[in-house]
Every structure is written in C-alpha cells, then in structure tokens.
C-alpha cells in the first residue's frame, strides 16, 4: 500500500466519521470513560524486506534465494478513555516473522515486536460504532536469525519510532465490542544491523470495557 493510498483511506475514514456525528446524536449516550482491555490478531508485511534481502545479507557474502515478507501478528493491550472522543492506550505488539531463504539452502528469519504507547480518538458514527484514529509510539526489538546452513551469525537491534493508524470499533454491548484497524509503524530497525522496514498491520481485536 503507496502513501498516497493510505492518505485517502485516511481521509475517507474522517469524512465518514463526521457524517456519522453529525447524523447520530444518540451516540452521546454510550459509555464516556473507564478502563478497557483487549487483544487480538491479523497480518503484518514487512514492506522494505526486500533491502535485507538484496543488500544487507547479500553485503555480508550471503546470496539470497527467496523473501517472503509477511509475518502473522497478535497484539494485547490495555486502555483508558477520559471522555467519549479520547484515551490513551498502552500494549505490546509481536510482528511475526519474514522468511529469507539463502541459496545454500539455510534459513533466517526477521523477527520484530516490543511494546508501545499512544493516544486514541474516537469518533461516534452511530450508538454502536465508532471510527478511531490513533497515533503513537513503539520501543521495537528486531532479530535476524539464522540457521547455521545460512551462513550468517544473526544480527540484533532496538530502538523507538512512530506509528500511526486507522480502524473502526463496534460495540455489541456497553461492554464488549471489536475493532478492526489497520495500522503503520514507521523505520522500524536498523540498516547497519538487522535491516530497517516499515510494517503494514491489519487486525481484528476483542476489548471489554469497565
């Protein structure tokens, strides 16, 4: 997905959540604040795997065969919304992992996760769903790990970096709903070491509220 695809579904998600305040004043009568948790899971695409694959392995006398770069991702977390429009929400995200395989047969394998923290808003379309918009920040850890029929000794690093993203939220009762969010997380490691590369996440995820 270009940038210039992520804007507009960015946009279109906005102009919805506009209309949907200002057709549904009922949506003012749900829940306005409290606690809530959840989890849940979907797919991740490590988008600039391929620059692992063809420089930073190649660089270190490792050819490589094929790059697959989606990983399957899960996610727990925990919140609180101070008013119906805003919260705060604090979790911790496991990417999966993208498989290189080495033309001598070996396998390695770029893994990232960590935990992050941002900020929620919340735009009521009707009584039951809302559309949110989040923005934030992650401390990622990213791994290439490597068999020993790689050929390469594996490589790790950390650090923190923004992410951003988009969903919507439906709430079967005032206390369980489910969100369906896509979400970005910008430069995520490091090219010296295990290779940097934003990452595409689709999910769907449970919460209850309190």
């Known amino acids: 997905m270009g940038s210039e695809q992520v804007i507009r579904m960015i946009l279109a998600a906005a102009l919805m959540a506009v209309l949907g305040i200002i057709a549904a004043p009922a949506a003012m009568a749900q829940k306005t604040s409290g606690f809530y948790i959840g989890g849940g899971g979907g797919t991740a695409s490590y988008l600039d795997l391929s620059n692992v694959c063809n420089n930073r392995l190649p660089a ?6 094929s790059c697959d770069n ?17 919260g705060v929400e604090l979790g911790y995200y496991d990417f999966g992992k993208g498989t290189i395989k ?9 893994k990232a996760r960590g935990p992050y923290a941002g900020i929620v808003v919340t735009a009521p379309m009707t ?3 809302s559309f949110i918009g989040r923005v934030g920040a992650l401390r990622w850890s990213t791994k290439l790990n ?19 993203g988009v969903g919507l939220e439906y709430m079967f009762t005032d206390t369980f709903g489910m969100r369906g969010e896509f979400e970005r997380f910008v430069t995520v490691g490091d090219d010296a070491t295990t290779g940097q590369t934003n990452i595409n996440v689709w999910t769907v995820s449970g919460l209850v509220r309190f």
């Open 60 to 65: 270190a006398g490792v050819p490589v065969d």
């Open 70 to 86: 989606r990983g399957v991702a899960w996610k727990g977390f925990a919140g609180y919304q101070f008013i119906r429009y805003f």
């Open 102 to 110: 080495t033309a001598s047969g070996g396998q390695v394998e770029f």
């Open 127 to 129: 009584d039951r769903l």
């Open 146 to 164: 490597a068999d020993a029929n790689s050929g390469f000794p594996g490589a790790s690093d950390n650090g923190i970096n923004g992410s951003f």
